[in-house]
């Protein structure tokens, strides 16, 4: 039976984790827990798996939540809350992270710090602080698995002598508005946004998917994973997401992971990797149902959100930090109409081209980039 703690319980990857749990009683236990302030998805789950602790984002919510509970658990609060939930339980555990932004960044490496392998969701906590973790990472050996699906099907194709592997390929959809030249995204709405073509998920990586910053983030998530160089990860359009990355050997061969578009397959794989249990039939991929698959050539003029991301990523130090904090002030202004879409990419390139880059930032300076980085960002549209 393994102890499983998770960080946005109520978000898209947190009920689909879930729902993982649900589905396995006998593998796994939830001990603790974290959301926002969404008690009424939260509650159902709460009384179904009975955590003894919880935090979620305000007192309010405490309040709330302690009022509807027929049991009675630990409740703490806030950023504390988080770091509390990252602490509870033993060494070997497992904590999930599924927040959504650089808010992940300070339980994750409290929960390293107490011996907890973590399967991480947050990529923002990657991006931001990919130096520290993956040192913590090492002084602690615990571990770090993907649970982002282009990262898990890399960790799933990934075999024998890294000097062996030639190149990461990463799949991108192409999000909401793959089909549009970058000159017809002038007027775009929100709601079409948040209309993604394969994957629902929450509202900020969705826009991410069609800004492509999405695939930005993932490939400086993915060189701190793997620890492969920049110029070693490739990005290709694949519009039916049915391959979900790729790893390419020195000898040319391509290891490709398939399936559904299902982010519980790859959840469900960190919690038990490199063990597998079965999902049912109704799930899994037809192969003569996803018929032909494509592949394109990424075009970084058009997508420059990507372009801004992986340069970032090789500038390195607190760059990648300023990327992440600027898109998502510039995203949250998207998402409440204050912006319209093509200003996100330039909101983020020029609070690029703003910051003087620290070249190993600690993490009191990347949480002061952080605010720093939200506050400019959020002056630019007054
Ligand atoms: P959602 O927006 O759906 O969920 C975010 C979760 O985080 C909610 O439970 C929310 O709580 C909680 N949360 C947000 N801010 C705080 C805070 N300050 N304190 C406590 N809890 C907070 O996000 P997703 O599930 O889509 O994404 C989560 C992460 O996983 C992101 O980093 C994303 O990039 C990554 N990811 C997501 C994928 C997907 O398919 N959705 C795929 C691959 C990666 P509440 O709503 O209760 O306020
Ligand atoms: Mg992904």
Request: aromatic share 6%; with cysteine.
């Amino acid at each position: 039976m393994k102890s499983i703690h998770l960080l946005g319980a109520t978000g898209s990857i947190g009920e689909q984790t879930l729902d993982v749990l649900a589905n396995h009683p006998e593998e796994f236990k939830l001990v603790s827990l974290a959301y926002g302030r969404n008690t009424a998805t939260a509650l159902p789950y709460i009384e179904k798996f009975q955590p003894e602790l919880i935090s979620v984002q305000g007192t309010e919510t405490a309040h709330e939540l302690r009022g509807l509970l027929t049991y009675h658990p630990e409740i703490v609060t806030g950023k504390e809350g988080l770091i509390a939930v990252a602490e509870a339980g033993s060494p070997g555990d497992i904590l999930v992270n599924a927040v959504m932004g650089s808010v992940g960044l300070p339980p994750t490496l409290k929960a390293m710090e107490s011996g907890k392998d973590i399967a991480i969701a947050n990529k923002e906590t990657l991006v931001t602080a990919g130096h520290i973790v993956t040192e913590l990472q090492r002084k602690y050996g615990v571990k770090l698995i993907p649970v982002d699906s282009e990262h898990s099907a890399i960790y799933q194709c990934l075999h024998g002598d890294a000097k062996e592997v030639e190149k990461l390929i990463l799949t991108a959809s192409g999000g909401s508005f793959r089909d549009k030249a970058r000159k017809d995204l002038q007027g775009v709405t929100v709601k079409e946004a948040l209309n993604h073509p394969n994957w629902s998920m929450g509202a900020k990586i969705t826009v991410d998917s069609a800004t492509m910053m999405n695939k930005g983030l993932e490939v400086i998530e993915a060189h701190w994973l793997f620890g492969v160089d920049y110029d070693d990860i490739d990005v290709v359009l694949h519009k039916e997401s049915i391959v979900h990355s790729m790893v390419e050997y020195v000898d040319g061969s391509i290891l490709a992971h398939l399936g559904t578009p299902d982010m519980r397959v790859p959840i469900q794989y960190a919690l038990t990797q490199p063990s597998r249990l079965a999902i049912p039939g109704s799930r899994r991929l037809k192969l003569w149902e996803a018929g032909a698959l494509h592949f394109e050539k990424m075009d970084y003029e058009r997508f420059r959100a990507l372009k801004l991301a992986i340069q970032a990523g090789r500038e390195g130090g607190s760059a990648p930090a300023v990327l992440n904090a600027a898109n998502e002030q510039a995203v949250a202004m998207f998402l409440e109409d204050r912006i319209r879409f093509l200003e996100i990419d330039e909101f983020v390139e020029r609070a690029l081209e703003e910051h003087e880059t620290l070249t190993a930032p600690s993490l009191e300076e990347i949480l002061e980039i952080d605010q720093k980085t939200r506050s400019s960002v959020a002056d630019y549209s007054r």
